[in-house]
């Protein structure tokens, strides 16, 4: 049974930094995701690495001013978020899937989240204008 669980969430201005932890057990040698989810409207990716580090997507919403990131000694993804804006705030949810998940993340458009098969409970962010 793998477990997830997002930390690292809370409420900023404009223009803050904020940065998730994702702590998996055991440890995903796949690939991990960070998706984000608004009331009333489908889970987005946001995110997301493949095992080891050494190669890293991301939705043009995060280019620029997150990075998703991998220590594997503490089996924890991160996503740091800086210039946070209002537009980010949501509930972001860390995720852990197959390699495929990660090799066919654009090709599955908004349905990428499909492609993952395990779920955090969720970490809120909320960004203040």
């Known amino acids: 049974q793998v477990r997830l669980v997002e930390s690292g969430g809370g409420s900023v201005q404009a223009g803050g930094s904020l940065r998730l932890s994702c702590v998996s057990s055991?440890?995903?040698?796949?690939?991990m995701g960070w998706f984000r989810q608004t009331p009333g409207n489908q889970r987005e990716g946001v995110a997301a690495i493949y095992a080891g580090g050494a190669r890293t997507i991301y939705e043009n919403s995060a280019k620029d001013r997150f990075t998703i990131s991998q220590d594997n000694g503490k089996n924890t993804v991160y996503l740091q978020m800086n210039n946070l804006k209002p537009e980010d705030t949501a509930m972001y949810y860390c995720?852990?899937?197959?390699?495929?998940?990660?090799?066919?993340?654009?090709?599955?458009?908004?349905?990428?989240?499909?492609?993952?098969?395990?779920w955090g409970q969720g970490t809120q962010v909320t960004v203040s204008s």
């Open positions: 995720a852990a899937g197959t390699l495929q998940a990660c090799n066919v993340w654009y090709a599955s458009g908004p349905d990428r989240g499909t492609r993952f098969g395990y």
């Open positions: 055991p440890v995903i040698d796949s690939c």
